[in-house]
């Protein structure tokens, strides 16, 4: 069973730090992508970041280039979202999910959602 657990988020003021974790379970796919996504009340669900299991490559959405930060650990089979500059427009419950393939779409398996609120 594909399981995906988010921790790490919480209460912090504006210009501050979180980091998130993804810690994931029950694949073994040869391909595969993790993706961090967030949705803020009222507003639809938009990717952040994503990270492929292939080369490594990343991908940004533009609101959050230059201020947070995807990387993976194999061995501990968790993938963060380093969040720096943290601005109130990043409060949101942030997901991660995986695909069966090199780049974040159509994801397969979501996990739980943890809460980041950015105060102002």
């Known amino acids: 069973e594909v399981q995906l657990q988010a921790s790490g988020g919480g209460l912090v003021q504006a210009g501050g730090s979180l980091r998130l974790s993804c810690a994931a379970s029950?694949?073994?796919?040869?391909?595969?992508?993790i993706g961090w996504f967030r949705q803020a009340p009222g507003k639809e669900r938009e990717g952040v970041s994503c990270i492929s299991s292939s080369d490594g490559s990343t991908y940004y959405a533009d609101s959050v280039k230059g201020r947070f930060t995807i990387s993976s650990d194999n061995a501990k089979n968790t993938v963060y979202l380093q969040m720096n500059s943290l601005k109130p427009e990043d409060t949101a419950v942030y997901y991660c999910a995986v695909a069966h393939r090199s780049y974040c779409d159509g994801m397969d398996y979501w996990g739980k959602g943890t809460q980041v609120t950015v105060s102002s």
């Open positions: 029950g694949f073994t796919f040869d391909d595969y992508a």
